[in-house]
């Protein structure tokens, strides 16, 4: 059992399914009182019942008061877990845009600002953001997601540096493929770049743990994401390169 999480108050967002689901039976499953959140009422509600949670289903922009709530007043851990996979070039409609923006990046902005006041209060708090692989690297194929991805990020990083002297805890967790139904979405580019090497969410959720256990930052469930974000940061042109060629292995393939 990992003490840090024993009895605290978790919130997990985006948790009918996929990694959200797993990270809610996890914290269950490690003593934590789990509220579980997704916009299906009927997903959310039937993770609370398996795991003796509480559903609090609806926006994850706009549910964290009515979550600490159902915790008793108290919210330990924040799960930013909530994310649309929005593909598309340059060209996507500015829907798909705002879209991305708003449930990538905003909702754990306007959740850090419903939490942030208490947990600085205190001296104490915890924040997991799901974000990506995309947001250390990038995806052929989904330039929205790819972009608010990295926002995400940085946003996560941003945190830790500004707040970690006053005990808040922050975990970015980038994952490449995952199985899930976002997966699924990604298409023949997600078929070419992220199935090959897909692991199940259950592997993300020990992933997170192992990083809680050791006080880091980066989650990494898949270890190999650390060498190619070292060869982006230190041979940029020969990262992008490599991707390009991807990017074109994809066109021709289409």
């Known amino acids: 059992m990992v003490e ?28 934590a009182r789990v509220v579980v959140n997704d916009l299906d009422a009927a997903k959310a509600k039937a993770v609370a019942d398996e795991i003796g ?10 549910i964290v008061a009515e ?7 108290t919210v330990d851990v924040y799960c930013a877990n909530a994310g649309v996979a929005s593909g598309g070039s340059e060209a ?8 991305a923006w708003d449930v ?23 924040f997991v953001s799901t974000v990506s692989a995309a947001g250390l690297l990038t995806m052929i194929g989904a330039a929205p997601y790819s972009v608010t991805k990295h926002g995400a990020y940085a946003f996560a990083e941003w945190l830790s540096l500004t707040y970690r002297h006053r ?30 090497t897909a692991i199940e969410p259950e592997e993300v959720a020990e992933a997170l743990f192992q990083g809680i256990e050791e006080d880091r930052f ?3 469930p898949h270890p190999e994401v650390a060498g190619y974000y070292q060869v982006r940061a230190g041979e940029p042109d020969r990262w992008l390169a490599t991707m390009n060629h991807i990017q074109q292995k994809w066109e021709a393939g289409r």
């Open 218 to 220: 980066l989650i990494l």
């Open 92 to 99: 996507a409609g500015e829907n798909v845009w705002a879209l």
């Open 4 to 31: 840090a999480v024993q009895d605290a108050g978790v919130v997990v967002t985006g948790a009918g399914g996929g990694i959200g689901a797993a990270l809610a039976r996890r914290f269950a499953a490690e003593g």
């Open 104 to 126: 990538n990046v905003m909702a754990h902005v306007r959740a850090a600002q419903e939490l942030l006041p208490a947990w600085l209060e205190r001296g104490s708090g915890r």
């Open 53 to 62: 949670g509480i559903a609090v289903p609806g926006d994850a922009s706009a």
């Open 167 to 196: 005990g808040l805890k922050v975990h970015a967790i980038c994952p490449q493929g995952v199985r899930t139904d976002m997966l699924d979405a990604t298409g023949s580019a997600g078929d070419l770049v992220l199935q090959p």
């Open 67 to 73: 979550a600490r709530d159902a915790l008793g007043g």
